[in-house]
């Protein structure tokens, strides 16, 4: 149960900066109106970072201790991700509706593109891997059920914080404004690749 708690909290709260690629998805869907649509990427997304949990949960941190040389290519890759995708963000034309957006296209489509953006950054081994071997650190007994209850509710707690988001976009996307969502999407992306740039000369430290 205690695994269960700890895998929650970390999936909620690594959730809330609100800089990285699925939280602005989220947003710019959101500003158009298409709630659903963003949701289904945050449970393809979560369902991504689950696996990358389970993988660090069930033994990475050992893999990456006995072969310490695979951290510094995850880093390298992640590190170009992030700015890639920082780019892309920045370069999209964003166009802020006042009606509501019906969802168009096949509902897997947004499944799939929440999942491919959080499985193909790598560097989430490293970030899961950090945060299981520091929590299971301070556990006198690992049990099988934490293992296996910990990632689950990770992508839980992961649902859960889109799902407040949401709503609070829901409640308020009135008042934000074209203008002022156009600034967030396009202050977010400068942040991703800024932290992209940045990890990318640090990545061989």
């Not at 690594?14 to 990285?20: A, D, E």
């Not at 033994?59 to 892309?88: C, E, M």
């Not at 947004?110 to 899961?128: C, D, K, R, V």
């Not at 071997?133 to 990770?154: H, R």
Request: with cysteine; hydrophobic share 55%.
């Amino acid at each position: 149960m205690l695994g269960a708690i700890l895998g929650f909290s970390c999936g909620f709260l690594g959730s809330m900066p609100v800089t990285g690629p699925i939280a602005l998805i989220v947003f710019r869907s959101s500003l158009r109106g298409s709630f659903s649509s963003a949701m289904r990427v945050v449970i393809g997304a979560a369902i991504a970072e689950v696996i990358y949990c389970a993988l660090a949960t069930f033994g990475y941190v050992q893999i990456i201790s006995a072969y310490p040389h695979l951290a510094k290519y995850i880093r390298y890759i992640g590190a170009i991700f992030l700015l890639v995708l920082g780019i892309v963000f920045m370069l999209q034309k964003v166009h802020i509706s006042d009606a509501h957006v019906a969802d168009s296209g096949k509902k897997e489509a947004g499944l799939l593109s929440g999942f491919l953006i959080s499985f193909l950054n790598p560097t989430l081994f490293l970030t899961w891997g950090s945060a299981t071997s520091t929590i299971f650190s301070w556990f006198s007994k690992i049990s099988f059920w934490d293992m296996v209850l910990f990632p689950l509710a990770a992508g839980l707690g992961i649902v859960c914080w889109f799902s407040l988001l949401l709503e609070i976009f829901k409640k308020f996307r009135a008042h934000i404004g074209a203008r002022v969502g156009f600034y967030a999407i396009r202050g977010a992306a400068v942040l991703m690749i800024g932290s992209g740039a940045f990890l990318l000369t640090q990545a061989g430290k």
